[in-house]
């Protein structure tokens, strides 16, 4: 079908965080527990509606381990949004939050929009180790948005992505981006894609 525009968006984050079964619980509302280790980059889609407006997801899942980083990084290209997540029960994610939003930082648009994310929540508070509040300071002090997800129950699986756009269109609203070049827009809605298939 077609579409107005098309934005892409790369999930990074630590090995075993969740990034996959985000992707898959967004995409095809399942979750697989058992999930192989990502290697390189996984891809998915799906078309929402915000203000009228179609809008199809380009979905780049990133390796978390450092040996794809080179990889990864070259996905940045053409990004307009970036799912950042962290695994609320292990403090090493969260800790790493640094590393992974100064590449993305380094290597995408300066006005990428950064969603920070983190996942599990729907694990019981004694298996919590990075509390809510740490999370929003770090979202607040960094000038990203924040939500907490599960993939697991599906809980603001679906709001992580579908607000990620709605900021992205604001932007382009507002023109701080060139929607030939971090977004496709055809306002014949022509399906193009512009820079959103994937590295150069």
């Not at 940045?76 to 994610?93: C, F, M, P, Q, W």
């Not at 950064?114 to 599990?120: A, E, F, S």
């Not at 992580?160 to 709605?166: D, H, K, P, Y």
């Amino acid at each position: 079908m077609s579409y107005h525009y098309l934005f892409k968006y790369i999930i990074i984050g630590d090995i075993g965080v969740g990034k996959s079964c985000l992707l898959l619980q967004f995409t095809d509302n399942r979750f697989q527990p058992l999930h192989d280790t990502t290697i390189g980059v996984e891809f998915g889609a799906k078309t929402v509606v915000l203000n009228g407006s179609r809008i199809k997801l380009h979905l780049w899942d990133s390796a978390g381990q450092e040996a794809f980083r080179s990889i990864t990084k070259s996905y940045y290209r053409g990004a307009a949004g970036a799912l950042l997540v962290y695994d609320i029960s292990r403090r090493e994610t969260f800790n790493h939050l640094t590393n992974w939003l100064k590449d993305a930082r380094q290597h995408s648009t300066p006005n990428m929009t950064i969603m920070l994310i983190g996942n599990k929540c729907d694990l019981p508070h004694r298996k919590r180790v990075v509390s809510r509040e740490e999370g929003e300071q770090f979202a607040r002090e960094n000038g990203l948005t924040f939500i907490e997800v599960s993939a697991k129950t599906s809980q603001n699986v679906e709001e992580a992505f579908v607000t990620t756009a709605s900021r992205i269109l604001v932007k382009i609203k507002e023109g701080l981006l060139d929607v030939s070049n971090e977004v496709s827009y055809d306002t014949h809605t022509q399906c193009s894609a512009n820079n959103v298939a994937g590295p150069a």
